[in-house]
């Protein structure tokens, strides 16, 4: 028997197993069940180049629990380890430099375990005693028995074994019990070794029977040892790819298409990825990618490995370059990993492409789903967006789709406006901007239906990068305004004129501290609507991306929503109202107006006398004058406004006018809609 030190060059490697690892105790189990793949592996391989003659014999490997000795043991009938081996590979935990390391680092525990791939070791993070048991495919090779307990001194003596291969037995600690359980044991298979290479075997298969769960003969096994990735595309159908995906997500939805990587330069990859039909909550959809360095598990959060869009597919990657028992910080700084990633998105770009390509009509009737991956991709990948430019779609008003390229050359000589903008118009909701839309449209426009989450930033984002180009919402302004083709035609009112219909309409408009309105002018076709409503594209996109957005853009998200009144002067309504008006308060407005003007007349001549003066070289009567003056102008502003208010109230015409407004935005709501709904009755 030889007694012995295990070979870490550093004080001890224990304490820090059972230290750091606590969180993660789970993957003790995957470490060595990967152990014992990977041994039967290399024998298959040397059985393959005539280097291991014997009978391979059947290779499972098997997971069993003792619940009286309170053992978990792991057997393989791999390569075996002879006492020289064990000592080489399991006792000399020979790291160079490990002690500087961990001196360096002894504060960072993800460095450490980042370093020293523990795998074997994990073992300890829950047993309080390990042994292995192990007989090497080597002719005349004897068996061993290494014992160890948790401390740096081991046990390795002969034994008999009666297999080649080898037993890891793990005496399970009392703060570990729950890995006795066989519930637990299989959920740890399930989650780490469901696609490993070799079949594993955990207890026997359970069937009903006299109304029972009872024992059959045969072996349960836990895996598939031959999952979709690792199948070659041609041998697979659309129905095998749709399967797999039911085997990583029972409970999905069927994907609406997939990518099978393949790459074995500059680094290994395989994998599938699925895209979801992406529901409008984005944030539920993560972390669905499934992380296995060949065929084990190793995580299923990804974000930081690859990037953040690709977070919203579904599926698996698989990469030996995809270190295994490292931590996150330290695979997100890999430069493999990087690569990884970045190869990533261009296979999903290129593979988008191609479905794009050969596939249009199905890949329109798709799209609706899939436009807020790609949105959000262009939005925060540079390299995406520069590829999906050219798939990335947009949907009209009568459910057509284009390219930008496309939509570009549809639009360009009719929606450019004097200066060389090129105006997109666009709906968020065609329903409640039907008559906008109308407007719009009997002008031969087009407009884009953009509704999706991310479709204002996307608005801004296509702003930035296409020169002349704006992105402007159908009920932002005046149909002739929103595409100015020359300069607007001049309004002919007087500034009375126009003073009275501010002062009448202000005086209906449901102004609270949520909406505010202001009052316009435009001169148009005397058959466009006589009142209409609009809001400002800046102003509303800003609180639109405050929503979504907060932080800077929460100032925004606080200001009221800002309308325009736009009164159509050439319409006939309009004119008929300021003749209403003049017939029934003009005796009162008109000397009101007078007076003011007076007013005004008096102060700007004392101004004019004084203006090369001082202040204080300018008479103190002078001063009083053009106080008192002013004073007299605010309270006759004061009565005219109370003039116009009482007009207004009186004047059915005026609120009808301004509920036909609310109600083309459908802005008319409860009680106002009601009334409305009334005086209309009454009108007919
Ligand atoms: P790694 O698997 O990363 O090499 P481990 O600590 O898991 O690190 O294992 C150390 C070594 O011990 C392995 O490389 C292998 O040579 C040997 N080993 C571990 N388990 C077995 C096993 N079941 N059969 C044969 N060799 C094994
Ligand atoms: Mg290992």
Not at 268 to 275: E, P, Q, R
Not at 515 to 524: G, H, I, Q, R
Request: net charge negative; proline share 2%.
């Amino acid at each position: 028997m030889k007694q012995g030190n295990i070979g870490v060059t550093s004080e001890n490697i224990f304490p820090v197993i059972k230290k750091f690892l606590y969180s993660d105790h789970d993957i003790f189990l995957r470490e060595l069940v990967s152990n014992a793949v990977d041994a039967t592996q290399k024998l298959k391989t040397l059985s393959s180049v005539g280097e291991f003659k014997g009978e391979l014999g059947e290779l499972n490997v098997s997971v069993r629990l003792d619940k009286e000795a309170k053992t978990l043991t792991i057997s393989d009938r791999g390569v075996g380890m002879t006492a020289e081996e064990i000592d080489k590979y399991i006792n000399q935990i020979a790291f160079s430099g490990a002690e500087e390391f961990l001196d360096k680092y002894k504060d960072d525990a993800n460095a450490i375990i980042g370093h020293f791939g523990l795998g074997f070791y994990s073992s300890f993070m829950v047993s309080k005693k390990v042994e292995i048991y192990s007989q090497s495919y080597k002719e005349g090779s004897k068996a061993v028995k290494w014992s160890c307990e948790g401390n740096p001194d081991y046990t390795m003596e002969e034994t008999t074994k009666a297999d080649r291969g080898t037993d890891i037995v793990l005496y399970i600690d009392d703060e570990n019990v729950a890995f006795l359980e066989e519930s637990k044991i299989t959920e740890l298979l399930n989650k780490y070794c469901k696609f490993l290479p070799v079949p594993i075997a955990f207890g026997k298969k359970k069937e009903w029977k006299d109304g029972k769960e009872q024992e059959t003969a045969e072996d349960n096994i836990v895996n598939n040892v031959e999952p979709a990735w690792v199948k070659k595309p041609a041998d697979l159908t659309d129905e095998d790819y749709n399967k797999f995906y039911r085997e990583l997500y029972p409970y999905g939805e069927e994907p609406l298409f997939h990518i099978h990587l393949n790459v074995d330069y500059p680094f290994n990859l395989t994998g599938i990825l699925y895209f979801p039909k992406v529901k409008n909550n984005i944030e539920l959809q993560r972390n669905k990618i499934q992380l296995y360095c060949n065929q084990v598990f190793v995580t299923d959060s990804v974000e930081g490995i690859v990037p953040e869009f690709l977070t919203l597919l579904h599926g698996v990657i698989d990469s030996p370059d995809i270190p295994l028992n490292v931590s996150r910080s330290y695979l997100q700084s890999d430069g493999n990993v990087k690569k990884i990633s970045s190869h990533i998105t261009k296979k999903v770009a290129d593979r988008l492409q191609e479905i794009f390509k050969a596939e249009r009509t199905e890949f329109e009737n798709k799209w609706d789903s899939l436009k807020i991956f790609i949105n959000y991709g262009m939005l925060t990948d540079e390299k995406f967006y520069e590829r999906a430019v050219k798939f990335n779609l947009f949907k009209n008003t009568d459910g057509k789709y284009f390219t930008a390229e496309e939509y570009k050359t549809l639009v360009e000589s009719n929606q450019t406006d004097k200066d060389g903008n090129l105006i997109y118009l666009y709906t968020n909701d065609a329903e409640q901007q039907f008559s906008y839309i109308e407007a719009a449209k009997a002008k031969g426009y087009g407009v884009l239906v953009m509704d999706g989450q991310l479709d204002v930033h996307l608005a801004s984002m296509l702003e930035q990068k296409n020169e002349k180009s704006r992105y402007v919402r159908v009920d932002s302004d005046t149909i002739d305004n929103i595409i100015l083709k020359e300069n607007a035609a001049t309004v002919e009112l007087t500034a009375n004129e126009q003073n009275a219909l501010s002062s009448i309409f202000k005086a209906e408009l449901p102004e609270d501290k949520e909406n505010s309105y202001w009052v316009s002018f435009a001169a148009l076709d005397a058959e466009s609507m006589p009142v209409m409503i609009t809001q400002q594209e800046f102003m509303r996109r800003m609180k639109e991306m405050a929503a979504t957005q907060g932080g800077m853009m929460s100032f925004y998200g606080q200001m009221p929503n800002s309308y325009n009144l736009v009164v159509n002067t050439n319409h006939a309504l309009i004119k008929r109202l300021l003749e209403n008006t003049e017939n029934s308060i003009g005796e009162k407005v008109n000397p009101i107006n007078q007076q003011i003007a007076a007013l005004k007349q008096m102060v700007e001549t004392i101004n004019e006398a004084n203006k090369d003066k001082k202040d204080d070289e300018i008479a103190e009567t002078d001063k009083e004058l053009i106080k008192s003056n002013n004073d007299k102008v605010a309270a006759l502003e004061k009565d005219k406004e109370a003039l116009y208010k009482e007009f207004a109230k009186g004047e059915d015409m005026v609120r009808q006018l301004v509920d036909l407004a609310l109600l083309a935005n459908n802005m008319l709501k409860g009680e106002a809609l009601s009334k409305f709904v009334k005086r209309s009755t009454s009108f007919i």
